[in-house]
């Protein structure tokens, strides 16, 4: 069995949620001991996909009658990888798949997302492929902390004080969604670095983003895409890891934070693809900004009992070994019913 792992961002330079599960894929089933390429024009027997920019890969893959197997609902931080739309009436926000997304996934022989609430909603948008529970994963090798000169990338990248407290926001520049709750949170903690990441600079953002940016305190620093070392140092160092935005997150996101044991800080609509979310147990969940600032302010002032531990033990069963076997197992079952219905 060879396995097309495909995923190619706009941006090649890009190192967002989209090319780090595709690296997380690639390493599960290099434990399996499953062969893989990322050249389209290599011999393979299935087709793995993240985006659904990548429609055509899979209409060539379905001309040549190889199944294609897609993961969904799992890089919704990343607008390279994501499935959704979104908006916004009367105060109301509202989120659907969108038309490429359904159109695509509606090609697809397997569908895998990261919880039954996934799928759920999938069914409901209307989609009739086959779908199953497939977590992403997290490689914990990445996150070890033990190595003190990891650690260290962050602050020297950043030219910060060594040390200092952390706290990391993450989304999509290209909406206002969350920036104003993060601020507020930095100006409740002015002593605490906040450092905001999206998949692309401040620079090319929307008026209203740059000026919302503008308002906000010296502590608050708003970053794009940086090199996977220095964000991986970011996480190591993070008291907390906040997801402000009113968007379903990127689960690869939320798992990487909880394998670096950052207390997780998240507002209360994040958790619509969340089982893994649970208020009070391995995170802290507030519907509204006044409570995500509270939240951070309050554990910071030893208010708030970690739940990192707890996350870290719970994401642990998503290890690569783990989610290695439950891709090998999907794959094999793929080709075979596909291989059923070419001979019938």
Known sequence: ????????????YSYFEGTRLRKTIKGALEIEGVEYTNNVV??????????????NKA????????PVVVSALQ??????????????????????????????????????VPDEKAKSFLIQ?????EIQICTPGVNLTRFDFSKENEKMIFYRYFGEELNKDLVIGLGDYQTADGLN?????????????FYYFGPCPISRAKHKIKSIAKSAPKNVKFVGNVPDDVYRSALLNAKIFMLPSYRPPGIVSLFEAMAAKCQIIVREQTTMFGDLIKDGVNAYVGQFSETLTSLTKDYFDGKLVPTTELAYQEVSQYNLAAIGKTLKKYYQETINLNDYRRIK
């Open 125 to 129: 948008e209307g989609v009739v492929s």
């Open 75 to 112: 890089c919704e931080s990343d607008p390279d990888a994501s499935f959704l739309e979104y908006k916004s009436s009367d105060g109301k926000r509202t989120v659907s798949l969108s038309a490429r997304a359904l159109r695509f996934l509606n090609k697809a022989s397997l569908v895998l």
């Open 181 to 193: 709750a993060f601020i507020n949170a930095a100006k409740a903690c002015k002593k605490v670095l």
């Open 42 to 55: 290599d011999s393979y027997d299935i087709v793995h996909l993240l985006s659904p920019f990548d429609e």
């Open 1 to 12: 069995m060879k396995v097309l792992v495909c995923f190619q961002p706009k941006d090649k």
């Open 59 to 66: 209409n060539d893959a379905i001309e040549n009658n190889i």
